[in-house]
């Protein structure tokens, strides 16, 4: 048993974790403090870990996540008891949903009152009200097991198909003191956490000949593939085959969206009419109308590059899985792939082409059109013609029609530049993901945010200003959730259910706390106010008020709202 007075010879449950963390270069927490982890986010500062404070601890998750996904090691998350941990957890289910690697810490009451729900101060079993939502959860009730949960904890979050983990800390585990030797002993630093998982030699060639048999082919690229980080080699196998290739949201930029072989601008055409599809770290989920017609032929043949087995099959057939990790895949199909074995598809190329130019041509004129009072075109082509030049800028996107519309507007030139809703299509995550990028890049960022949506994390604006963040918000705001000139369908004079407050000055809360704010109404103004935002490199939020009337319910996904079939 350890002395705690000899305090040279001892250490305890706070400096074993800070320990743990450094060890295994999590160098980076972002949370909220509180009972009873006040403590440890002090002692991580004090030992050189970066400590970023935020509002709300979804927001704080959500920054975690996304610096997981843009660095392939786990962000880190760290909260209070009880309604802290539950604030978190949204963000630590999205991670796993989207895949991205994060470890949510939260601080625990006492085992032994929670378990006979004796009612302890934030009491809740917060193990296993975890569990359904996330890729793991561990309890550590031991000091001397803390190294070995931090470090199960980083294997799970990161190998195979990354998530989310949550990590249960007792408080009397924080505060346990123990021999400082045996608790020196007791870290682990993780060895080869991501270990290479290269596929089968057949199942390479499989996916060559199917490849080969193609007259119309076409590779998806998702975002396992942007996370994969092996953008020189998907680019080689894009280009030296020719083939169209089509990009999900948030793996724009992987190649350049003007890149010639890009089908963006012919998506439904290139879906409809493949005969053979390629998904590259893409999950044939309702993303893409779970791979079945009529958006995709009947005879659609897949060929599916995972790293989770049970991926494959589970929407169509796939006719040609390649399970393993996205780097030693296309590492391996580049070395399997020799002159002259896959045709030209010239045919279906030039198929191809005046779709794509009739789309681009349409979008060119809405972009000109220039609408007062301005729309979300209007608007984002403001916005894209800034971002033009500055292909370093992160773009952070969230909200309905602000979400549909800005993904065909913004281009992106450079990989996981691109940021948004995800695999949920979630609102929230705006200042969270913003916040995230900007920590672990030191890149500007440009979040560019429905009214509504911003509203989930907008006191968030807190932090960007104490942080002084290069976070640039743009808000497109017409008043309300899709719009804003709906009308309350009961009478009683009360706003209508999508509502917001009409004519709100969004720019004015960041005057609070000292950063920049613009209002602006048309797309000149706002061309001028971000480019003197960028320019500035500091916090500034940019209101912009466009037509109440503009946007579309749910935006591009209306279907998927129900509506009544006996009133009108
Ligand atoms: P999108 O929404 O862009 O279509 P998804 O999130 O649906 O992308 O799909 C990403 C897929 O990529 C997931 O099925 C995941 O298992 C896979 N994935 C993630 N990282 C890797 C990797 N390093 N290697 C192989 N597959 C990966």
């Known amino acids: 048993m350890a002395n705690p007075d ?28 509180g009972i009873p982890i006040t403590d440890l986010a002090r002692l991580a500062q004090a030992e050189g870990l970066k400590y970023f404070g935020f509002r709300h601890e979804q927001s704080a998750g959500h920054a975690a996540a996304i610096a997981g996904y843009l660095t392939q090691w786990p962000g880190v998350c760290l909260t209070v008891s009880a309604p802290g941990f539950l604030n978190g957890l949204p963000s630590l289910a999205n991670a ?72 249960d800390l007792p408080a009397d585990v924080l505060s346990a003191v123990i021999d400082k030797d045996q608790g020196t002993r007791s870290l682990v630093e993780v060895v080869d956490a991501i270990p290479k998982q290269p596929p089968a030699p057949e199942a390479i060639e499989r996916a060559l000949d199917l490849l080969a048999k193609a007259k119309r082919p076409l590779v998806v690229l998702g975002k396992g593939a942007a996370y994969a980080q092996a953008d020189a080699d998907i680019a080689r196998f894009i280009e030296e085959t020719g083939v169209p290739f089509l990009p999900m949201s948030m793996a724009k930029g992987l190649l350049p969206d003007n890149h010639p072989q890009s089908v963006e ?175 672990v890049s030191g890149q500007p960022v440009v979040a560019v945010e429905g009214d509504s949506a911003f509203g989930f994390s907008g006191m968030e604006i807190e932090t960007i200003c104490r942080y002084r963040l290069p976070i640039v918000v743009v808000i497109l705001n017409n008043g309300g959730v899709y719009r804003g000139d709906d009308v309350n369908r ?50 500034a939020i940019i209101n912009c008020a466009i037509d109440p009337t503009a946007g579309t319910e749910s935006g591009h996904i209306g279907s998927l709202n129900p509506k009544s079939a006996v009133s009108s």
Not at 9 to 25: F, S
């Open 490 to 539: 009961g009478g009683d004079g009360a706003p209508a259910v999508t509502a917001l407050s009409l004519h709100g000055r969004y720019d004015k809360l960041i005057e609070a706390f000292g950063g920049t704010a613009y209002n602006v109404a048309d797309p000149d103004a706002l061309t001028q106010a971000l480019s003197e935002a960028l320019a500035a490199g500091a916090p």
């Open 265 to 439: 601008a012919a998506r439904s055409f290139a879906l409809a009419h493949a005969d053979v599809a390629v998904l590259i770290g893409a999950r044939l989920n309702w993303l893409l109308a779970h791979g079945k017609p009529p958006h995709w032929s009947p005879d659609v043949q897949f060929v599916q590059f995972d790293i989770q087995p049970t991926e494959i099959d589970s929407n169509r057939p796939i006719a040609a899985p390649v399970v393993g990790d996205i780097a030693s895949s296309i590492k391996a199909l580049l070395l399997a792939l020799k002159p002259g074995r896959l045709p030209a598809w010239t045919e279906w190329r030039d198929a191809i082409e005046p779709q794509k130019q009739k789309h681009i041509a349409d979008m060119a004129a809405r972009l000109a059109a220039d609408p007062r009072p301005m729309d979300f075109y209007g608007a984002l082509g403001a916005v894209r013609a800034v971002l033009a030049d500055k292909p370093d800028v992160f773009v952070v996107s969230e909200g309905a029609n602000t979400l549909d519309v800005g993904r065909n507007v913004i281009d992106m030139a450079l990989p996981r530049k691109r940021l948004d809703s995800g695999t949920w299509g979630v609102m929230g995550v705006g200042m969270g993901y913003a916040i995230g990028a900007a920590v």
């Open 96 to 167: 796993t949903v989207n895949g991205f690697p994060m470890i949510q810490i939260s601080g625990s009451s006492d085992r032994a009152i929670v378990d006979l729900q004796q009612g302890d101060y934030e009491e809740l079993d917060q193990m296993n009200a975890a569990k359904p939502f996330v890729k793991a959860a561990y309890r550590v009730n031991r000091p001397e097991d803390i190294g070995i949960g931090v470090a199960r904890a980083i294997r799970a979050a990161t190998s195979g198909r990354p998530g989310g983990v949550y990590l």
């Open 6 to 33: 000899r305090r040279d010879a001892v250490t305890d449950g706070l400096h074993l974790i800070v320990d743990a963390l450094k060890l295994n270069g999590l160098d980076t927490i972002f949370g909220v403090v």
